[in-house]
T-cell receptor
Framework: SQQGEEDPQALSIQEGENATMNCSYKTSINNLQWYRQNSGRGLVHLILIRSNEREKHSGRLRVTLDTSKKSSSLLITASRAADTASYFCATVLNAGGTSYGKLTFGQGTILTVHP | KAGVTQTPRYLIKTRGQQVTLSCSPISGHRSVSWYQQTPGQGLQFLFEYFSETQRNKGNFPGRFSGRQFSNSRSEMNVSTLELGDSALYLC???????????FGPGTRLTVT
């Protein structure tokens, strides 16, 4: 079963606008990662935030993590048509080294950016 | 470095048959994880292999198995295929010291 929920399930915006996706999870985590998937292809790692971090930036991406609420958000600023994809959050549980290769995914948000 | 490769990319099998999927990780990566993606269940973890040992296993029946070779290449096998096994199977590799995973393009399995 999935670790948590993502919302919205689908998001449609215009180029240049910002896109915000939210993710919630259920158990104690070591880190949380965001991945992008284009049209049923392989996933691409975007950004990782550790459980002791609150915010992280990478280019046009900003991720926040609130461990007290067990939630994270991904903000993509100045969206482009090329950002159209599905976005997934994935958690790594805080259960020792043997768990580090197991990602538990949310259901994903489908982002459509219109030119 | 070359990315993660998976073969075959597409596969059509009949119920009751078995199938073997292959994954070649990025050079130097010792960990390989496998995931199943379906519209209904989303992305689900199957198992992880590290240095030829299975380190973690997801909640799948015993029909799903895997192995890893000394060169870190990995295979997964599904026996007695069911219609519900139709899915995109993704493998991912990572260096043992890092958490982020690098995914292959996947194998699209269709069971008829």
């Amino acid at each position: 079963s999935q670790q948590g929920e993502e919302d919205p399930q689908a998001l449609s915006i215009q180029e240049g606008e910002n896109a915000t996706m939210n993710c919630s999870y259920k158990t104690s985590i070591n880190n949380l990662q965001w991945y992008r998937q284009n049209s049923g292809r392989g996933l691409v790692h975007l950004i990782l935030i550790r459980s002791n971090e609150r915010e992280k930036h990478s280019g046009r991406l900003r991720v926040t993590l609130d461990t007290s609420k067990k939630s994270s958000s991904l903000l993509i600023t100045a969206s482009r048509a090329a950002d159209t994809a599905s976005y997934f959050c994935a958690t790594v549980l805080n259960a020792g080294g043997t768990s580090y290769g197991k990602l538990t995914f949310g259901q994903g948000t489908i982002l459509t950016v219109h030119p | 470095k070359a990315g993660v490769t998976q073969t075959p990319r597409y596969l059509i099998k009949t119920r009751g048959q078995q199938v073997t999927l292959s994954c070649s990780p990025i050079s130097g990566h010792r960990s390989v994880s496998w995931y199943q993606q379906t519209p209904g269940q989303g992305l689900q973890f199957l198992f992880e292999y590290f240095s030829e040992t299975q380190r973690n296993k997801g909640n799948f029946p015993g029909r799903f198995s895997g192995r890893q070779f000394s060169n870190s290449r990995s295979e997964m096998n599904v026996s007695t295929l069911e219609l519900g096994d139709s899915a995109l199977y993704l493998c991912a590799s990572r260096p043992g010291s890092l958490y982020e995973q690098y995914f292959g393009p996947g194998t699209r399995l269709t069971v008829t």
